[in-house]
């Protein structure tokens, strides 16, 4: 179910600040897996960079079903929680978009270290397009 014009404006206006994501996956015996994530939501599309050797990256190997909370400092008493199938963006073509992710969080003077670190890693971008969204405000 694809999301209405309301809805995707109401979620790029809350998701527009550097908050954390909270990502939850299917873990292998069926137990949620929460991880704290860096994210960039343009378009429609929710983007979160990781490795492949994240328990995340497996787990939505295996089942691509994602939920995603983000909520309002420092109280949460605003936030969104969106679902969906993630995707894999690999190889070259995530540097942009990893760049775009980094820069909503780290200090100019600190991104291209922060970006030559990550540059070492085996990274993915993982994509989701949301067909649910859940507020509370």
Known sequence: MALSAEQQRRLEEFLSPPRIAVVATI???GMPQLTPNWYRYSKGVLTISTTRERVKYRNLSRDPRLAVCICSEPLAREYAVVTGKATFVERQAIWPETRAIVQRYVEAERLEAVLEQMRTQNRVIIRMTPDR????S
Do not use: K
């Not at 969204?133 to 509370?136: A, G, K, L």
């Open 27 to 29: 873990g292998r015996t």
């Open 133 to 136: 969204v859940r507020f509370r």
